[in-house]
């Protein structure tokens, strides 16, 4: 049974950049991806990125790309999301998540952290 910690979250002005990472413990399996879910308050849980174990395959919301880049250290057993050019748009609580296969869809991530908050000022 997996476990996901995030941490890297803060406040940061607009334009800044944060780097955010998931920490995971537990055994880890070739078909694994991670993907990275934000939610702000009122909203839905949004996908926000994606990257398999191998680090060959991603997957990025159209209000991210070119702004936030998804890595993985396979040795630390940590999955990075690099944000940058940051808006207040992207204010939210940040969640990683595993899931089986090639996916960015809520429901097939079956493993959770406690999420990290990210503010972001204008």
């Known amino acids: 049974h997996v476990q996901l910690v995030e941490s890297g979250g803060g406040l940061v002005q607009a334009g800044g950049s944060l780097r955010l990472s998931c920490a995971a413990s537990g055994r880890t399996y070739r078909n694994v991806s991670v993907g990275w879910f934000r939610q702000a308050p009122g909203k839905e849980r949004e996908f926000v990125a994606r990257?398999?174990?191998?680090?060959?395959?991603?997957n990025y919301a159209d209000s991210v790309k070119g702004r936030f880049t998804i890595s993985r250290d396979n040795s630390k057993n940590t999955v990075y999301l690099q944000m940058n050019n940051l808006k207040p748009d992207d204010t939210a609580v940040y969640y990683c998540?595993?899931?089986?296969?090639?996916?960015?869809?809520?429901?097939?991530?079956?493993?959770w952290g406690q999420g990290t908050q990210v503010t972001v000022s204008s």
């Open positions: 998540a595993r899931s089986w296969g090639v996916t960015t869809t809520l429901g097939d991530f079956d493993s």
């Open positions: 990257i398999n174990w191998s680090g060959d395959s991603t």
